[in-house]
T-cell receptor, first 111, second 115 residues
Framework: GQNIDQPTEMTATEGAIVQINCTYQ??????LFWYQQHAGEAPTFLSY????GLEEKGRFSSFLSRSKGYSYLLLKELQMKDSASYLC????????????FGTGTRLLVSP | ETGVTQTPRHLVMGMTNKKSLKCEQH?????MYWYKQSAKKPLELMFV???????ENNSVPSRFSPECPNSSHLFLHLHTLQPEDSALYLC??????????????FGPGTRLTVL
């Protein structure tokens, strides 16, 4: 089976740093995605990792360890607008893109 | 603006109604996906069309019927739905590119409520 685990909810304060973890057990691995989803809106792409290591993109970074089945999304200099759900998804198959999603981590940023 | 539109954005229907959801993409992608997002559940892949041919039906009940007449349009026909089918339905075009990651765009979604 396929399993993606993320914390359900996290809270942080404006200006701080937060790390959202994701662990996965899937039948295969061909990349891991992070998406941001504001309430009532569609998910938007944040990052992609297929090799081990850290990918940095502005205030957001994503890390992957394939041997541990583990990833995290790091958000720096938090802003109020970062309050959203963060979805971890794994492409477990080859061929067409079939993503397995976690339930998402709801992040609440307070002043 | 993601280049993907979905209509209607909100839909309320009774269990005996028949309705259709529409997705239109302006990205030139050759594959289109339907996802379902229920409250407190992960996004679930429903159907995949590649080059207008259905390549994946993820054990979806027959009361959901997809149609892809061309690479720009995707429909989801609904009939005799159940209240548990209430969810956000997301269309997602995709273009696989060799040597690059395959970012998945999502449309804005249709919020469906079945009474």
């Amino acid at each position: 089976g396929q399993n993606i685990d993320q914390p359900t909810e996290m809270t942080a304060t404006e200006g701080a740093i937060v790390q959202i973890n994701c662990t996965y057990q899937t039948s295969g691995f061909n990349g891991l995605f992070w998406y941001q989803q504001h309430a009532g809106e569609a998910p938007t792409f944040l990052s992609y990792n297929v090799l081990d290591g850290l990918e940095e993109k502005g205030r957001f970074s994503s890390f992957l360890s394939r041997s541990k089945g583990y990833s995290y999304l790091l958000l720096k200099e938090l802003q109020m607008k970062d309050s959203a759900s963060y979805l971890c998804a794994v492409k477990a198959n080859t061929g067409f893109q079939k993503l397995v999603f976690g339930t998402g981590t709801r992040l609440l940023v307070s002043p | 603006e993601t280049g993907v539109t979905q209509t209607p954005r909100h839909l309320v229907m009774g269990m005996t109604n028949k309705k259709s959801l529409k997705c239109e993409q302006h990205l030139g992608h050759n594959a289109m996906y339907w996802y379902k997002q229920s409250a407190k559940k992960p996004l679930e892949l429903m159907f995949v069309y590649s080059l207008e041919e259905r390549v994946e039906n993820n054990s979806v009940p027959s009361r959901f019927s997809p149609e892809c007449p061309n690479s720009s349009h995707l429909f989801l026909h609904l009939h005799t739905l159940q209240p548990e089918d209430s969810a956000l339905y997301l269309c997602a075009p995709h273009q696989a590119r060799a040597g690059a990651y395959n970012e998945q765009f999502f449309g804005p979604g249709t919020r469906l409520t079945v009474l």
